[in-house]
């Protein structure tokens, strides 16, 4: 049996990013650093660390003389992460349907199972569990550069995920979409998975166009 030890930072890393992709922290606002290592028993200097590196991930945004403040959420990086999906995701989730095994298949059940339950319940962790689902449907393509890039995506999607569904009605039609794609994904029905997908995709963003608009 091997053993993956991460580092501080590492671990500094993914904490602070649920925090930021669960909304704790506020777009726009600025990341108290006494505070927050205080709360998690660290220094300073790990964290910021941990903070440079999400920079470089696109959440968050550093002021010099002002510290780091989370990234807000725009229109314009909304079209560009949605756009770069649009063009790797359908069809590396095509791909993956028909190279996926059995192992791979439950668990893009499971994850669907996790996700539907969330979403109908309006519960936390929506976001994350919708990242989850999308992940797996595409991970078993078999090619490391697109999931890699995707995974970013993903990432930077998160937020705009959550923004998506606050509109009543909106958490019923995300998890009939859902359920469609994976029954297409389950039967290799390469077709059906990359049209679905494309137009699920497609739609999420025309919402969000909408709502990011009425906010300006």
């Not at 992709?21 to 790990?46: C, Y």
């Not at 298949?105 to 979403?119: G, K």
């Not at 519960?123 to 797996?136: E, I």
């Amino acid at each position: 049996m091997s053993f993956i030890v991460r580092s501080l930072p590492d671990q500094l890393v993914e904490l602070v990013r649920d925090r930021i992709l669960a909304g704790h922290v506020p777009p726009s606002e600025p990341i108290r650093q006494d505070a927050l290592a205080s709360e998690l028993g660290v220094s300073k200097i790990p964290l910021r660390e941990a903070l440079t590196r999400l920079e470089q991930e696109g959440l968050v945004q550093r002021y010099a003389n002002r510290g780091f403040f989370v990234s807000p959420l725009t229109a314009e990086e909304a079209e560009e992460v949605f756009a770069l999906r649009l063009k790797l995701e359908p069809e590396a989730a095509a791909k993956a349907a028909k190279r996926a095994t059995k192992e791979e298949r439950q668990v893009a059940i499971s994850v669907h199972d996790t996700l539907f339950r969330a979403t109908n319940a309006h519960g936390d962790g929506v976001g994350a569990f919708n990242r989850a689902f999308h992940l797996a449907l595409i991970r078993p393509c078999r090619q490391g550069i697109t999931v890699v890039f995707l995974e970013r995506l993903h990432v930077l999607s998160e937020r705009y995920v959550r923004k998506h569904l606050e509109p009543l009605g909106r958490d019923e039609r995300a998890n009939e979409e859902h359920q469609k794609l994976l029954d297409a994904w389950l039967e290799r029905d390469t077709k059906q998975v990359s049209s679905q997908l494309h137009q699920h995709i497609k739609q999420t963003l025309e919402d969000l166009r909408r709502q990011l608009a009425a906010e300006r």
